[in-house]
T-cell receptor
Framework: EADIYQTPRYLVIGTGKKITLECSQT?????MYWYQQDPGMELHLIHY???????EKGDLSSESTVSRIRTEHFPLTLESARPSHTSQYLC?????????????FGPGTRLTVL | AQSVTQLGSHVSVSEGALVLLRCNYS??????LFWYVQYPNQGLQLLLK??????LVKGINGFEAEFKKSETSFHLTKPSAHMSDAAEYFC????????????FGQGTELSVKP
């Protein structure tokens, strides 16, 4: 069973606050991803990493930033939250191997910015 | 541009009836193909995937899908629906030269009536 964790699960915060969404995995996977998902919509890749000190922007432009200092940890930060950031954020990880490696997803963080 | 189309944002079936969820991709290069399921307030779980070889792929919970290159399709089926199958289903693709990044369809919500 995949072990990938996200905290908090739910976050309601005011405009202008700085927030960090945590994502950790215990599988030793090199690849990690952040997706944004609006209700009833598809997932859009906003950030990914192929290993420590590697971060790249995804297909959907995002004002968030990420870091990858440790293999198991891939936090996402919003310096100044706005209502437009309200969404669900899903973290995933996969092995660095064949291109069709399976991505394992965390339970998600549902963010509401008032 | 590469894309994934899921026909029908909502599908409703009766318990015991056939489940058919449609997925088509647009690219000249055959991708790797995935179906994921998302239960309420949870992350995504892999149902099945196609990489190479046999075009009929069997997954968890009695689901299967068939890759048809001539139709650029990867439809998901289950012979007999259970109430527990009610969830959101996502079709996704990845390509060999794109580092395993997934492109998702918009999702299909499956309802199962008693």
């Amino acid at each position: 069973e995949a072990d990938i964790y996200q905290t908090p699960r739910y976050l309601v915060i005011g405009t202008g606050k700085k927030i960090t969404l945590e994502c950790s995995q215990t599988m030793g996977h090199d690849k990690m991803y952040w997706y944004q998902q609006d209700p009833g919509m598809e997932l859009h890749l906003i950030h990914y990493s192929y290993g420590v000190n590697s971060t790249e922007k995804g297909d959907l432009s995002s004002e968030s930033t990420v870091s990858r200092i440790r293999t198991e940890h891939f936090p996402l930060t919003l310096e100044s939250a706005r209502p437009s950031h309200t969404s669900q954020y899903l973290c995933a990880s996969s092995e660095f191997g064949p291109q069709a490696d399976t991505q394992y997803f965390g339970p998600g963080t549902r963010l509401t910015v008032l | 541009a590469q894309s994934v189309t899921q026909l029908g944002s909502h599908v409703s079936v009766s318990e015991g009836a056939l489940v058919l969820l449609r997925c088509n991709y647009s690219s000249s290069v055959p991708p790797y193909l995935f179906w994921y399921v998302q239960y309420p307030n949870q992350g995504l779980q892999l149902l099945l995937k196609y990489t190479t070889g046999a075009t009929l792929v069997k997954g968890i919970n009695g689901f299967e899908a068939e890759f048809k290159k001539s139709e650029t399709s990867f439809h998901l089926t289950k012979p007999s629906a259970h109430m527990s199958d009610a969830a959101e289903y996502f079709c996704a693709v990845s390509y060999y030269n794109q580092g395993g990044k997934l492109i998702f369809g918009q999702g299909t919500e499956l309802s199962v009536k008693p």
